[in-house]
Structures are given as structure tokens and as C-alpha cells.
């Protein structure tokens, strides 16, 4: 017995479990998924823009000249391999970079400016997994490519907020606003920031050591707790930019009064992405502060120049679909569940279950969600798996109704049952579920000839 015991243990195979920092989108969660990319398909299209999609993966020179050396993302959080041929790839880790790249290669700045792009991708960071901060995450983004203008920006953070309200969290959000000037006025901030630091060096993380000879700004974004209560009492940037900076900024915020979108100004807010110029936002959960922000964005005027485009202005706005998602549950936001069934088929005998096959097809052509039993159990077992599944109605076929040609429907809520014509049994539960309930999909209709 012993023995047996043993070598059935032997016999046991770890099972797989997927990389750390990474998960499964499950049935319930792809409801949310399908609903917000709904939302965001609707009002892109509302704005006119279009959708792109850029490649999984970029020469991962794309993000190191766009992202900046000393950010986080590039100097720890990028997956980087080198394929069979030794040229390095990087799985992206925000969609910007890809898509600045697209345009330039394929010549957008042709097109009439602005060039107005959205996606909705997964990207990739070597991030410490926590709740909210995922290896592989969702992303959905907006690209204003060509124009500089801070109607422009006050239109991006309006549809930004538009999204959230759609989504029902617009209440638990708060819009921090900032501009961080151009890069020459940032120059001499940059040298401020590096006296103030003078001295203080021992408090800092090692990364912020490093970055305080490179690109001191990034000091401002650290989230080490000493460096936080560091970066508070730094001297503030705005009062070191550039007039043109300020009156851009001044006009923005004079904008989003108009539209009535409320902000925090919050001079420390710098994003953690070096290709920023001007105006950068976020949208923080009001509880979390910047820990959990679900998306932010910026203007960004060299970057196309950057990367060996032609100097264009541009201005875009990202957000998280997983955070988005944890925020719409904190706040018990269902959204329709479309997945529900409508009829199940029960069936006895091998003539009811050829006859079954036939009907299902039809019901299911008709916008009614089919499942049907074809397995061998009895029709109560079909029964109360049809009760699992908590449809409304079964269809059942038994040797009689074969001979009769008939069907029975079932009321499953209130047990009573009427017996009709196989071939009325479309029709009538279409009555029964309502046409305005039904998956109506016929592609044929849909395409253009
Ligand atoms: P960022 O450009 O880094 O500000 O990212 C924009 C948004 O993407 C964030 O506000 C998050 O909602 C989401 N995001 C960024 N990194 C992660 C991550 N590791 N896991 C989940 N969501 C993320």
C-alpha cells in the first residue's frame, strides 16, 4: 500500500502557473475589458481619431532615445533580448515611443495635421508586481501628432475625463496638472535642483544617486520614502521657467475652467518619462495620491524630432485598463454582462440529438445564445445543468417530439412548459427573450460590395 502511495507520488507533475507579475484575463474579467475599450472606441471615434496598432516589440533603441536613459522603464523595467541575428528588441513598455516611430516611417506628417491615433495594447515593464502594478498590463492611449496649441491639451485632458466619467470613477479621481517648460528653461532648474541635493546625497536611493549627476529631475519622481521627503522640500520648478512656458500653461488652465474640468496644480509633478515638454497631467486616485495613478500624459514637442522625424509638436494621454478595472470594482461598477445564455437544448436519444444540431444552428442564427446537451446523461441531469447555467428557457427533444415533430420549451423561472412545432421554436423564443436581447450578427449584411 505504502509502495503504491509512494509511486503515485512519483507520478505527480507540478503543474504550470504563469510568470510572476503576469495573469489571466478570466471570462468575468474580459466583461470589463469588453466594456471599457467599448467607451474608449466611442469617443475616439466621436474626436475622429483612428486606430493603430504598433508591433509587441521595438528595436529597443526606439525607448531608450525616447523614454531617457535614467527613467525607471529604461533602467530597469524593459524586457530586452536579443534575437537570433544579435540585434537588440524590446518588448514595449508604453505605447508613445511605438507610435512616434510609425508615424515618421510611414510619413504621416503628409497627412492633414493634426494626425489623431489611439490604441489600446498590452505593454510590458519589469515592474515589482503589487496590486495595481503588473508585469504585462493593458494600456489605451491618445496621440494629437502635429500641432502645438493648449486647446489642444485642454481637449486631450477633456476626453480623458470624459473616459473616466463614462466608466463611473471620474468621482474617486483627481487631475494633477503641471507643466514642466522647455527643455533649455528646464537647463537651469535642472542646476538648482543639483545644489539643493549638494550635501544630502547619503539620504538618497541608489538610483537617485546616479540620477542626480544625469538627469536630476527624476529625483522629483522618486517614490523611496526619504527621497519623497526630499523632493518635497526642493525648490519649485515653475518658478524657474520660461514666460512662454508659463503663458502656455496660464492659457490651458484658463481653458479647462471654461469646460469646467476641475485640477490640482501640483508644481512636483514631473512623469516619469523624460520626453516630456510643457504640460504634464495625471489622474490620481484620491485615496492613493500618485502610487496608483490610472493614466497621465503631456505634451512632448521634440520628441519626433528626437527620433529623426521632422520637429513636430504633439500631446497624448495614456491610462491602465487593469487599474481602471480595480477602481470600477472599488466602486461595485458592474457593466452588462453579455455572455448570459438564452436557450438550452436538452435531447434524448440519437434521432432527438440529430435533430438537435439543425435547431441549435438555427437558434443561434436568429440572435438567440445557444448551448445545447449532447452528452449521454438523462433529461433531468440536462435539466439541472440547464439550471447551473441559469438560462431562461430549454428546448426538449425526445423520441416522441422526433416522431411528432415537435419541441417542448420550458419556462425554466416557473417550470411550465408548452409544446409546439420544431420548426415555430425559433420564433417563439425570440418572442419569449425579446428582440431587443438578441446577439443579432449576420457579417454577410455587414460588408460592403
Ligand atoms: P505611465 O505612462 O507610466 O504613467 O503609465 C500610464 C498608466 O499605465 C498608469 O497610470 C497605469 O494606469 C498604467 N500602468 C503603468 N505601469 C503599470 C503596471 N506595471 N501595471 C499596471 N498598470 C500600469
Redesign the pocket.
Known sequence: MAEKEEKSEEKKIEAFRSPRGVHDILPMDHEYHTFIKKVIRHRARQAGFRRISTPIFEATDVFKRSIGDTSDIVSKEMYTFEDRKGRSLTLKP?GTAGVVRAFIQHGMQELPQPVLLYYIEPHF?Y?RPQK???RQ?W?FGFEVIGESDPALDAQIIQLASKINEDLGISGILSLQLNTIGTPEARKEYMGILQDYYAGKERSLCDSCKVRLDKNPLRLLDCKEEDCVILAQLAPVMRDYLDKESVEYHEELVGYLDEIGIEYTENPKLI???DYYTKTVFEFWDKDNGSQN????GGRYDGLLELMGGQPTPAVGY???I??IIANMKRERIRVPSKDTLHVFVAQLGNEAKKKCLGLIDRLRDSGLKTMGALGKGSINVQLRLADKFKVPYTVLIGITEVREGTAIIRDMEIGIQETLDMEDVPERLVELIGEENLDKYSPGELLYS
Do not use: T
Not at 495613478?293 to 497621465?296: Q, Y
Open positions: 508604453e515593464r515592474d495595481g502594478r503588473y498590463f494600456q512623469r516619469g518619462l495613478a490610472i493614466g497621465g495614456a491610462a491602465g487593469e487599474r
